[in-house]
């Protein structure tokens, strides 16, 4: 009777596990392809199932009661979330801050339900499956499109008017059989490519710590790639070169030892001022080396725009809003470029500086820089058991590390490291790097 009541309480509790996997899955997917959603069942629809999600996020958190412990929350994070609901008082748009704070704990609330109800080897399952589900779905989708509608589309609950529209406003542009650049199901290569990226780091990683058959690996890593490869994604390929990069001198610093460091950082260093170097003596090159137009397709000139805006209230910023709210000044008309108005700063920090100040962008350049150095650690030293220092390496640990490098290159030219998926995964290693590790 003892042993039948064990197993059915350790069948419930894998049952359980499952469940939060799956649900977690959802969650990252939503976060990762909101376009998808908001374009196949409309905004009101979104809100709906995004409400559905935290609700369940934080009853699940409420039921499940993970271990936290206090002492460790990241200050940085809470100091951000604080300045950011503060700054509703100075802003010169008080409602749409007050939407773009709400939306800022929404996701925060479902990066809690992430970090603490999920283990190490539980996160990287949900992402594999989220990606997996998102690259798979976006093959089909452009296999469809190019198969049998052949033609452009358009999201279908979107009022446009007739005739031509911008490359911006579709869904799909019928492009996978003329090398890209695919849309996939969230409507922007940029994102696909993100998401491509990220998988090849998940991918890899569950090849290379066994958590997957080879074959199946494999499959997925191909699929990734091509997916990559027909975004063509000039910011996502730096990313991966950076990523590339980053990786290589993790595997190095683990195979020198503690005691043996100081070459890998020194290098590391020189490697970033040559870097620093070379970026401003080539500037004018850069953007043909990507395959850019001269003002890196309209950057410079939403940059330059930002900036101006930024040192007429450097201090505290002009309130938080996260995606920026078209209908307000001075985001309505700010960023326009071939018809399309655009709603970010298309640079993280550049667009913290701009809504929270000089205050609020030294906040969240401590709050990266702490997470990076956790997760650098994480992936540089052996796991502990005990006293001795013997235990193997696992891919697992280099997961935080790695994708958090992927984000940092791409907030450069995007700031999605800022809303929706890339705040949720800053978060989340934040919070978990402080209190667990693999």
């Not at 283990?119 to 992402?127: I, N, S, Y």
């Not at 198969?147 to 019928?174: C, E, H, M, N, T």
Request: hydrophobic share 60%.
């Amino acid at each position: 009777m003892t042993s039948a009541a064990s197993i059915r309480t350790r069948a419930r509790s894998v049952t359980g596990a499952d469940g939060t996997v799956a649900f977690a899955t959802l969650l990252i997917f939503t976060l990762f392809a909101g376009d998808f959603w908001r374009d196949l069942i409309s905004w009101p629809g979104y809100f709906v199932l995004a409400f559905a999600l935290v609700v369940t996020s934080i009853v699940l958190l409420a039921r499940l009661r993970p271990a936290f412990n206090w002492r460790r929350t990241p200050r940085m994070l809470v100091l951000f979330l604080l300045l950011a609901t503060a700054s509703i008082a100075w802003s010169f748009y008080p409602g749409a801050s007050a939407l773009g704070v709400l939306a800022q704990w929404v996701t925060t609330a479902a990066a809690a339900f992430v970090a603490l109800c999920l283990d190490w080897p539980q996160l990287l399952r949900a992402l594999a499956n989220a990606f997996r589900w998102i690259l798979g779905l976006s093959l089909v989708f452009e296999l469809i499109v190019s198969l049998f509608v052949r033609q452009p589309i358009l999201p279908f609950w979107a009022p446009f008017p007739p005739g031509k529209q911008p490359a911006a406003f579709y869904w799909s542009r019928d492009l996978l059989f003329h090398g890209g650049q695919i849309q996939g199901i969230q409507g922007n290569s940029n994102l696909l490519a993100m998401v491509s990226l990220l998988a090849l780091i998940v991918f890899g990683i569950q090849l290379a710590d066994r958590t997957v058959r080879r074959g199946t690996g494999i499959t997925w890593i191909v699929i990734a790639a091509l997916m990559l490869a027909l975004t063509r994604s000039s910011t996502v390929i730096v990313a991966l070169l950076f990523t590339a990069v980053v990786l290589g001198f993790a595997l190095w610093t683990r195979r020198a030892g503690p005691e043996h460091r100081r070459p890998v950082y020194l290098t590391a260093a020189a490697l970033v001022v040559v870097g620093a170097v070379l970026a401003v003596v080539f500037a004018a090159r850069i953007p043909t080396l990507l395959g850019k137009s001269e003002d890196l397709t309209g950057r410079l000139g939403i940059w330059d725009q930002v900036i101006a805006l930024a040192q007429q209230r450097p201090v505290f910023g002009w309130g938080w809003v996260s995606y920026w709210a078209p209908w307000v000044k001075p985001f309505d008309g700010l960023a326009v470029r071939s018809g399309v108005q655009y709603l970010q700063a298309h640079n993280a920090w550049l667009d913290v500086w701009l809504q929270l100040g000089i205050v609020g962008l030294v906040v969240f350049i401590l709050l990266v820089l702490s997470t990076l150095k956790r997760t650098w650690f994480l992936a540089v030293d052996r796991p502990r058991l005990g006293v001795a220092d013997d235990q193997p390496y696992r891919a697992l640990t280099l997961l935080p590390l790695l994708v958090l490098a992927a984000f940092l290159a791409q907030s450069v030219a995007e700031s999605r490291l800022l809303i929706e998926a890339g705040w949720l995964l800053l978060v989340v290693f934040s919070v978990k790097t402080k209190q667990t590790a693999p």
